[in-house]
């Protein structure tokens, strides 16, 4: 028998299932119902004008073309499905596919690279193809494949072709683009075109700014500079050194999603001191929706727990941010270079306070420090390097400039000054407070403050002298003994009898003294270990629930260990005389019985409580009126760098305000060892509405001072004790003295006893610093370097004439840095750059059309689709009298609850975690808050749960049964009906990167005839 009269498609297709045939049906585009019988789903689709046999038979599985051959008596010999598929075409009397050259057939079935194939229902890039040699007994077409489709870019598939269920070559100059089966709703089609239009990316314009349309932030001019900067450099070699508060890790931020959205950076490295390794990973996910994996020995144990011992934990993600500290150690280091290798593609790594890794050494060369040594390792093995610092100059010109080459080393060299600014331009940003204050339109900020409390002590009464501002107001505190003054007095005679002139015991004696100018409870912890000499080691401190790298070391600990720390050195000293012994013994005497009654400081800090929040703080029961238990909304933070002084204030503070309106809930503190949930519930209360939460005073230790923002509501903060480091009380400055402060002016308060020679010192301290502050900004670091080497020896006879000495305004160092540094900064030059990147905002803005209301609508149809109801509007009041407009989330079902959590307010550390899953998410906003203490979400572009909603666009939009890419809409004006459609022109790379999108729209008038 004639195989070509046996052959037809009925009988081809009659070899299938019904499943199958419903399958490849839905592949021509052809609706088969599952309920009818095969013969009538055969009959269907061979009466549909979209049905080819030849086109067809590309989505036969290789079995199912060899059973097909069989049941037709032809031959089933040989793997390769274009041998099999030519034989039932040749039997059948038709072609492979039409408008196709029978002698191109193989184009039909076995891809090329460059090609666009269709597997497993989405779009990839042929990469390669490894054909299988043609004597090998199962010939098998090995294909390297990248994913084109928007929610899964870039991701990499190898198949074998000739196993692969339904794959095909996609030509559309054989098939066209499609056919019209459908239209779509004008909301539907709008929301389709939005989403499409957002997703849309260039990476060859670099005159447009995506990513700030993508970021949860308030955007100011000043912050899109570096972006502009990283766009025009061919790699983005930058460096961002901005004055402290200007928002340098947002424009990090900017830079980083911009890369990515580029396809020009996949792997983020991003190395900062500890303090300040969460901010980073909180600051990425909230603003910008990027999750950053913290890397420590917890995360190291997850991944070995989860993929074995021998995995290389730095391979198990793309964005990681480290401490300073754990990339120092080899077991932690050497993995991430052996995952490096000489240098990673698409890879950028950012360090900041990148002045840290800078040689120190005044020599023609400078020498390497062990963290030097290290990034100079590392940075070349990255293809972008983003350095950030406040303070990038330390006045040694080779230090400098051996912190540029590890920038860039192909603009700069180590030993080798920079002499003219038009060097440094290209690849620094450099702005300060002032700068920006002299700009109309820029960025405001608070003025800053200085409150001096003078406590002087006469004829048995405390009283202290305030001055703010020019006005100066005195009174009178309490009865009490002049402990503070005593204690000094006797540690000074003490000291110069027993300090040495150098080692270790020398240490003691400069601790004690700090320890005393903080709090007698301090003092004595300190002076009581010095008095037992050397103890055996402290026990182990009990295992923390956090890891100590991410989280730092509990007060207690600290102060376990330095009062070990001193009982050790404390034995290596020379024995007292009687007199010393005596001198001694009356300090712990007067310490003991002092430690736990209020210094005058604390009185002084109770009369400001007093006068600014309650009334009855610190007085007797039954001297109080109702009205004096009251507290105003007024907040305050208190600074102290030790544990033993934040204890201490805790418990007076509390004494004092017990009894007044919800006392045990006035006061919170802030300390290292906390994990996330302590962190973020003691700063999400401190920034909240003062009617929301009654906290007022927040106590600090240092751990504080970096990586915290409590500005929110707070504009008042007090340094208990004055840190001997300068740059640790500008640190705590910056909590509240930072953008996005409400208040106008913010207040630092300090205290300072004239009687006692020490204070004499630290109150020069404080003005200096405000002062260099004021006139040179972060330039000051260079002065504020030799101050601290100053008060390493501790305060002594000479201390004044030496800080008086190493404050000087004229030194060489200085003008160094100002020659170096500033000289490539104007006035003119900012002011220029800053309309310059406005202009590119508003151009990028009307190209992208990314509207907060566009937002909310997509998000609307999105949840439709879903089967939800909308976003509801409603009005949120603020305690300011703001009428802020909000978006109450529908119910949703239980597959978001994760994403939801992201939305809830923050969880207490002592919250149910279930219970706190069952709160309701915030009221969403789709303009950045005003206020960080808003109790609302910011939902942008690239929030998760925007992210979430969209992807049915991207996933399943472009589906046949999903979007037809056709609606028809009547002109309200003209009456007349209009056809739209769209479709998208994409440029790609290697990788299926896009490297360019364009949306191209056609509209007609319908006609009716």
């Known amino acids: 028998m004639d195989s070509r009269d046996a052959v037809t498609p009925q009988t081809v297709f009659a070899s299938l299932t019904r499943a199958r045939v419903v399958e490849i049906g839905r592949e021509l585009e052809v609706h088969i119902p599952t309920s009818l019988s095969k013969e009538r789903q055969l009959a269907k689709l061979a009466a549909s004008p979209r049905f080819d046999f030849g086109h067809a038979l590309r989505f036969f599985s290789r079995d199912e073309l060899r059973q097909a051959c069989r049941e037709a008596g032809l031959d089933d010999s040989g793997r390769a499905r274009i041998e099999l598929a030519?034989?039932?075409?040749?039997?059948?009397?038709?072609?492979?596919?039409?408008?196709?050259?029978?002698?191109?057939?193989?184009?039909l079935f076995t891809p090329r690279r460059g090609d666009i194939a269709v597997v497993r229902q989405r779009q990839y890039l042929v990469e390669q193809v490894?054909?299988?040699?043609?004597?090998?007994?199962?010939?098998?077409?090995?294909?390297?494949?990248?994913?084109?489709?928007?929610?899964?870019?870039?991701?990499?598939?190898?198949?074998?072709?000739?196993?692969?269920?339904?794959?095909?070559?996609?030509?559309?100059?054989?098939?066209?683009?499609?056919?019209?089966?459908?239209?779509?709703?004008?909301?539907?089609?709008?929301?389709?075109?939005s989403a499409l239009k957002w997703n849309c990316v260039t990476a060859t314009d670099n005159q447009l700014f995506q990513a700030p349309f993508r970021a949860g932030i308030q955007l100011w001019n000043h912050q899109l500079i570096p972006l502009q900067k990283a766009l025009e450099l061919p790699r983005a070699n930058l460096f961002i050194a901005d004055d402290v508060?200007?928002?340098?890790?947002?424009?990090?931020?900017?830079?980083?999603?911009?890369?990515?959205?580029?396809?020009?950076?996949?792997f983020v490295l991003v190395v900062c001191p500890a303090s300040i390794v969460l901010q980073w990973r909180d600051e990425m996910r909230s603003r910008f929706g990027l999750t950053f994996e913290v890397y420590n020995s917890d995360f190291v144990g997850r991944r070995q727990k989860e993929r074995g011992f021998g995995v290389n934990p730095w391979s198990t993600h793309t964005r990681f941010v480290v401490s300073y500290n754990l990339i120092r150690r080899p077991e932690h280091r050497d993995p991430l270079l052996q995952f490096l290798g000489e240098r990673v593609k698409k890879s950028l790594l950012v360090l900041d306070e990148a002045h840290t890794v800078a040689p120190a050494s005044g020599t023609r060369y400078a020498i390497d420090s062990r963290l030097t040594r290290v990034v100079r390792d590392l940075a070349p093995r990255f293809e972008n390097r983003l350095f950030l610092s406040a303070t990038p100059h330390n006045g040694h010109s080779n230090s400098f400039s051996a912190l540029l080459e590890l920038l860039d080393p192909q603009r700069f060299t180590r030993g080798v000054p920079i002499e003219d600014p038009a060097e440094l331009a290209p690849v620094m940003v450099r702005r300060l407070k002032s700068d920006l204050r002299q700009i109309p339109g820029a960025l405001a900020f608070p003025e800053r403050r200085l409150v001096e409390h003078r406590l002087t002590w006469e004829a048995g009464v405390w009283t202290v002298r305030r001055r703010e501002a020019g006005a100066v107001e005195s009174r009178p505190l309490r009865e009490s003994a002049d402990t503070e003054l005593e204690l000094a007095r006797l540690l000074a005679e003490y000291s110069a009898h027993m300090k040495p002139s150098k080692g270790a015991g020398r240490l003691v004696f400069i601790n004690l003294q700090k320890r005393l100018l903080s709090s007698v409870e301090a003092f004595w912890r300190t002076l009581s270990a010095h008095a037992k000499g050397a103890p055996e080691h402290p026990a182990a401190p009990p295992p923390t629930l956090f890891d100590v790298e991410t989280y730092g070391v509990d007060d207690d600990s600290v102060d376990e260990e330095d009062a070990w720390q001193a009982a050790k050195a404390s034995a290596e000293l020379a024995d007292p005389s009687a007199h010393t012994r005596d001198l001694l013994q009356q300090m712990l005497t007067l310490a003991e019985r002092r430690r736990h009654a209020p210094d005058a400081k604390v009185a002084a800090l109770l009369d400001w409580i007093r006068g600014q929040q309650c009334p009855a703080a610190g007085i007797a029961p039954d001297a109080r009126t109702k009205a004096d238990l009251a507290w105003s909304e007024r907040r305050v933070i208190i600074f102290t760098e030790y544990g033993?002084?934040?204890?201490?204030?805790?418990?007076q503070i509390e004494a004092a305000i017990h009894g007044t309106h919800r006392w045990e809930e006035r006061v919170m503190a802030f300390h290292g060892g906390m994990g996330d949930d302590a962190r973020a519930e003691v700063q999400a209360a401190f920034n909240s509405d003062p009617n929301d939460h009654p906290v007022r005073i927040l106590i600090a230790t240092d751990a504080a001072r970096e990586g915290v923002n409590l500005q929110a509501h707070c504009a008042d903060l007090f340094h208990f004790d004055v840190p001997w480091n300068p740059a640790r009380l500008e640190q705590r400055n910056g909590r509240i003295d930072r953008t996005l402060q409400p208040s106008p002016i913010v207040r630092c308060h300090t205290f300072h006893y004239p009687q006692r020679p020490e204070d004499r010192v630290l109150e020069v301290l404080v003005e200096k610093i405000e002062r260099i502050q004021e006139e040179l900004g972060s330039l000051g670091a260079v002065l504020m370097e030799r101050v601290t080497e100053v008060l390493e020896d501790g305060i002594n006879t000479d201390t004044l004439q030496r800080l008086e000495?190493?404050?000087?305004?004229?030194?060489?160092?200085?003008?160094?840095?100002?020659?170096?540094?500033?000289?490539q900064r104007t006035l003119r030059d900012i002011t220029s750059a800053l309309n310059k990147a406005g202009r590119i905002l508003d151009a990028s803005q009307e190209v992208l059309d990314i509207q907060p209301a566009?937002?909310?609508?997509?998000?609307?149809?999105?949840?439709?689709?879903?089967?939800?109801?909308?976003?509801?509007?409603?009005t949120l009041h603020t305690r300011d009298g703001r009428a802020v407009e909000v978006f109450e989330l529908p119910s949703l079902p239980e597959g978001w609850d994760k994403t939801l959590d992201l939305l809830r307010p923050p969880r207490g550390r002592k919250e149910d975690f279930w219970e706190w899953r069952h709160r309701a998410p915030l009221p969403v906003v789709f303009e950045p808050p005003q206020r960080l203490s808003d109790p609302v979400v910011h939902l942008h572009l690239e929030h998760p749960f925007v992210q979430r909603a969209l992807s049915r666009f991207m996933s399943q939009g472009f589906a046949a049964e999903d979007l037809h890419r056709v609606s028809v809409v009547v002109d309200d004006q003209s009456h007349q009906t209009h056809v739209i459609a769209f479709g998208r022109l994409s440029l790609f790379g290697k990788g299926a990167v896009r490297l360019h999108d364009t949306l191209l729209s056609v509209a007609a008038v319908l006609d009716d005839t």
């Open 86 to 107: 030519r034989r039932l075409a040749a039997a059948a009397g038709e072609s492979l596919g039409p408008q196709v050259d029978p002698e191109d057939a193989r184009d």
């Open 130 to 193: 490894h054909a299988a040699q043609e004597n090998s007994d199962a010939p098998m077409t090995l294909v390297r494949l990248s994913c084109l489709d928007d929610d899964a870019a870039g991701r990499t598939l190898e198949v074998l072709w000739e196993l692969e269920l339904g794959a095909r070559i996609l030509q559309p100059e054989a098939h066209g683009l499609g056919t019209v089966s459908g239209l779509d709703s004008a909301d539907h089609f709008g929301a389709y075109l």
């Open 245 to 266: 508060g200007l928002g340098k890790t947002i424009e990090a931020g900017l830079v980083i999603q911009e890369l990515r959205l580029r396809q020009r950076v996949d």
């Open 644 to 651: 033993d002084t934040k204890r201490y204030l805790k418990q």
């Open 805 to 823: 000495a190493a404050s000087a305004t004229d030194g060489v160092g200085l003008q160094t840095a100002k020659n170096e540094l500033e000289s």
């Open 854 to 874: 566009r937002l909310r609508e997509v998000l609307d149809v999105a949840l439709a689709l879903m089967g939800t109801p909308p976003l509801q509007a409603s």
